[in-house]
């Protein structure tokens, strides 16, 4: 179980299990835009939309990880990892 964890959007999603479709999906029930490759992109660090879709994102992420009965260990606001020195 992840616990005391902050994820970065792209750790979240690849962690989820879920589809980009199934991403967007979550996101435009929660009051998102854009479309699913504005969604991959962002997720994937290519393009950053603002806070609010940010937070939305995370937010559709970690309601799956507690459908899923495990922690929501996605950071809200932006969190960057420095890049793998290897």
């Known amino acids: ?10 750790e979240g999603m690849r ?5 980009y479709t199934e991403l967007w999906t979550r996101c435009l029930a929660l009051g998102g835009s854009g479309t699913v490759a504005q969604l991959r992109r962002h997720v994937e660090g ?12 995370a937010q559709a992420l970690n309601e799956t990880y507690l459908e899923q009965g495990r922690d929501h260990p996605v950071a ?4 960057h990892r420095p890049p793998d020195p290897s």
């Open 76 to 79: 809200y606001g932006h969190l």
């Open 15 to 19: 962690l989820s299990r879920l589809s």
């Open 1 to 10: 179980m992840l616990t005391h964890l902050s994820l970065t959007l792209a």
């Open 46 to 57: 290519d393009e950053c939309l603002d806070n609010h879709e940010h937070n939305i994102i």
